[in-house]
């Protein structure tokens, strides 16, 4: 496969979010990125991640794994210092990108924008929300994934899939009133392989997580066991 191809991407997915961990940094960030790796080759369930942006070149250039930027503007390529283009992310050697992440939230119609910029790179989009009528909304646009994260769940350690779950099986319903082929995922408070497991069997396609994998002890190993209990 290509660097950066979308025909990486299957579902179930889990994408890590390194946020700007210094975990998920640099030296620090490849080796929690081919830790991932392994786990995606050795189980066949597909493991993204979301690195910090200065690091999406350093992780293409030696690995396979699916890799999303974390943002991205809706700009074209110009005079526009500190702005983040489609082009540049697709051409660092990702296959998609995070929008709307409530730690960098975004309004409508630049969400609108950034979807339709991703669209001309042939970048994925996966659209952050936070409840059923967002989601519905963000469902019109069209991105690959709508990724459901309460934000008051967000590094708690408390899975959305048993705290909220109407909130997921709300906004699986929402979205497929409105665009059938969009595909959700959940996220917040992931840690566990039980909550992944208990996310699939809502009827999401996988989960959006960040502090269960990157600041754990032993990353490697809690992916693992997710990923085996994402298998149907």
């Known amino acids: 496969?290509?660097?950066?191809?979308?025909?990486?991407?299957?579902?179930?997915?889990?994408?890590?979010?390194?946020?700007?961990?210094?975990?998920?940094?640099?030296?620090?960030?490849?080796?929690?990125?081919?830790?991932a790796e392994r786990v995606w080759m050795e189980t066949g369930v597909t493991i993204g991640i979301a690195p910090p942006s200065t690091d999406i070149g350093l992780l293409a250039s030696s690995l396979k794994i699916p890799i999303f930027a974390q943002h991205m503007d809706a700009v074209v390529p110009g005079s526009y210092t500190g702005h983040v283009t489609a082009e540049a992310i697709k051409g660092a050697g990702a296959v998609g990108t995070l929008l709307n992440h409530s730690e960098k939230r975004l309004r409508m119609a630049d969400i609108q924008a950034c979807v339709e910029r991703a669209r001309q790179a042939?970048?994925?989009?996966?659209?952050?929300?936070?409840?059923?009528?967002?989601?519905?909304?963000?469902?019109?646009?069209?991105?690959?994934?709508?990724?459901?994260?309460?934000?008051?769940?967000?590094?708690?350690g408390i899975p959305v899939s048993k705290a909220q779950p109407e909130v997921i099986t709300g906004s699986i319903e929402s979205v497929r009133r409105v665009n059938p082929a969009v595909q959700v995922i959940?996220?917040?408070?992931?840690?566990?392989?039980?909550?992944?497991?208990?996310?699939?069997?809502l009827g999401t396609a996988g989960v959006l997580l960040a502090s269960g994998v990157v600041k754990a002890k032993d990353p490697e190993a809690v992916l693992l066991e997710m990923a085996m209990n994402a298998k149907p």
């Open 186 to 201: 959940c996220g917040a408070g992931i840690s566990k392989g039980e909550d992944i497991k208990a996310a699939i069997r």
């Open 122 to 156: 042939d970048l994925m989009t996966v659209l952050c929300s936070n409840n059923p009528p967002v989601s519905s909304a963000c469902a019109a646009l069209g991105p690959d994934f709508i990724a459901i994260e309460p934000p008051e769940l967000i590094g708690t």
């Open 1 to 35: 496969m290509a660097r950066g191809s979308k025909s990486m991407v299957s579902t179930p997915i889990i994408i890590v979010n390194f946020k700007a961990y210094l975990e998920g940094t640099g030296e620090s960030g490849l080796r929690l990125a081919k830790a």
